[in-house]
């Protein structure tokens, strides 16, 4: 009986196919760690500056106080409160400084004031349901006009000083008002404010205020 002759295949040395897979896994992220850990030993290196773009916009509406007036308005800080002329001006300018686009009655004026009065005058300051001169910013209200005023002190002998810590100062107060879109408003008021003070711990405190309308 002849003999069937054995045929070897050469031998090749294959991966099983599940280990293959494996290895084609861990290549890429053998790969990946080494450019990983390439970048993480640069990391203590300084950047190139990233260019900085300055956008003169804005992101964000603008706070309300930071519109009233538009900037122009006189503000507490303005005042020296230890000189009385001072803290007496401010307090004019202020009580005559109207926005229409914000405020609703003539004491929203007042109310901002409020840091430079005492205690008990600034409990005063609230606002009515209707503005007394409502006649008067409707022209102004059509425009979202602010009031623009200057002071000179008042005629007569009103204002003096009462004592080391007490004085009354007299301002004669005119006012214009000035379109957001450059409309000119041919409307302006004039008023004699009479404002009370009183000096505590060096600082000077408004303690009353009274107006008298001059017209128009």
Not at 105 to 132: F, H, K, Y
Not at 174 to 188: A, N, Q
Request: glycine share 6%; aromatic share 6%; proline share 7%.
């Amino acid at each position: 009986m002849t003999p069937t002759p054995t045929h070897h295949r050469p031998t090749h040395h294959h991966l099983p196919r599940r280990a293959a897979a494996v290895l084609c896994l861990v290549l890429p992220l053998t790969l990946s760690a080494v450019a990983c850990s390439s970048n993480e030993g640069q990391a203590g290196s300084t950047p190139d500056p990233t260019p900085t773009t300055v956008y003169e916009g804005s992101y964000t509406t603008a706070a309300a106080e930071d519109m009233i007036g538009n900037g122009t308005f006189t503000t507490p800080a303005d005042a020296d409160r230890s000189d009385v002329e001072s803290t007496a001006e401010v307090t004019a300018l202020m009580l005559h400084s109207w926005d229409t686009t914000i405020d609703t009655t003539q004491t929203a004026a007042a109310i901002r004031a409020i840091p430079l009065m005492s205690n008990e005058w600034a409990t005063n300051q609230v606002e009515p349901e209707r503005n007394g001169a409502q006649g008067e910013w409707l022209e102004p209200a059509e425009h979202q006009a602010y009031s623009a005023p200057s002071i000179v002190p008042a005629p007569g002998d009103v204002s003096e000083d009462v004592a080391d810590d007490k004085a009354i100062r007299a301002y004669d107060v005119s006012w214009r008002w000035i379109s957001r879109d450059g409309t000119d408003l041919p409307t302006t008021g004039r008023q004699i404010v009479t404002i009370y003070l009183e000096k505590h711990d060096g600082q000077w405190d408004v303690v009353g205020h009274q107006f008298q309308d001059m017209g128009l």
